[in-house]
């Protein structure tokens, strides 16, 4: 018999809410286990991934994956690790970039789907977005602040730049990410996989 969650999924794979604001039409592009202990909390899919279905299939994918020291056999496991992105579906180009998430995604279906991942013991907040929405008035006043605090959030939530190749600039600017914190999150990852 499906559980709530596995109704919730369908249910979210099956959303058209923001049809008409999505310039490939909807296709949610997400994971999710109730025994997932590791919890991925992206933008909103790109190209390559809304042509796929696979969350994280393009090189900011490979990069993450390396920052967190697994592999895709682990990435992909969703007994292990859930991706739920703060917009489930491709939001369109903007003038530099991906549009942002569509809001309606977190507002429709992280208050009924977060609480069913009741096993996550930690949650990778990956850009603005996401810090923004789990962190609230815990956040600092710029992405690389709250990421540079990011002791401050752990056990439960490590804030991280997005693994783009387009963020290779502020990586070089900010060598402290990998000195200081990429060792930390491969150790929980290690810790809780």
């Not at 809001?103 to 992280?110: T, Y």
Request: contains cysteine; charged residues 25%.
């Amino acid at each position: 018999m499906p559980s709530r969650l596995d109704n919730l999924l369908i249910d979210i794979r099956a959303c058209t809410i923001c049809a008409a604001q999505l310039p490939l039409g909807p296709r949610p592009v997400l994971r999710a286990s109730a025994s997932a202990r590791i919890l991925i909390v992206g933008q909103a899919p790109g190209t390559k991934v809304h042509a796929s279905g696979i969350p994280w299939n393009d090189a900011s994918g490979e990069r993450l994956r390396d920052w967190m020291g697994v592999g895709r056999e682990t990435f992909y496991d969703e007994s292990r690790i859930a991706i739920v992105p703060m917009g489930f579906c491709y939001p369109g180009r903007g003038k530099g970039g991906d549009n942002p998430p569509r809001p309606e995604c977190a507002r429709s279906w992280h208050p009924r789907l977060i609480p069913l991942l009741k096993n996550v013991r930690l949650t990778l907040l990956i850009g603005q977005y996401a810090q923004t929405y789990f962190l609230r008035e815990r956040r600092k006043d710029s992405l690389t602040e709250t990421v540079r605090a990011f002791t401050k959030y752990l056990p439960d939530y490590l804030p991280t730049v997005h693994p783009s190749p387009r963020n290779q600039g502020w990586l070089r600017r900010h060598p402290w990410f990998a000195q200081d914190l990429l060792p930390v999150l491969r150790e929980r990852v290690r810790e809780l996989l």
